[in-house]
């Protein structure tokens, strides 16, 4: 897996490169946001290492649905924002690939 700089600008880049999954509470600091107390709880590991099988697919499948709605839609805001969010489900299904956390029913999946 690549390594980043600890800085705003790598966390920046592992965000685009990971998707939101694999920061940790470190990396939120960082770039000035608040983790959560889950992340909080364990320093060093990112959501994805924390969240159940379970969960991970149910986020998968809302990501999903929820960029097909952009891809979709015509205004402004969804145009604008689309290349980030598919940049950002697809960063995540590279994460939880190289962390063997890919559920099976994504596991051909790519966007």
Do not use: C, N
């Not at 880049?13 to 920061?23: D, E, F, I, V």
């Not at 960029?67 to 689309?82: C, N, P, Q």
Request: proline content about 5%.
């Amino acid at each position: 897996m690549e390594q980043f700089t600890h800085d705003t600008e790598g966390i920046r880049r592992k965000r685009a490169t990971y998707g939101p999954l694999s920061l940790t509470a470190g990396d939120h600091k960082v770039i000035g946001s608040t983790p959560d107390g889950i992340l909080l709880a364990h320093p060093g590991r990112s959501y994805a290492e924390l969240m159940s099988d379970r969960a991970i697919e149910l986020w998968l499948a809302e990501q999903i649905e929820g960029l097909r709605m952009f891809e979709k839609a015509t205004d402004d805001f969804s145009v604008h924002y689309y290349p980030q969010i598919k940049q950002s489900v697809r960063g995540s299904l590279a994460y939880l690939r190289e962390l063997g956390r890919l559920p099976k029913r994504f596991d051909s999946f790519t966007i």
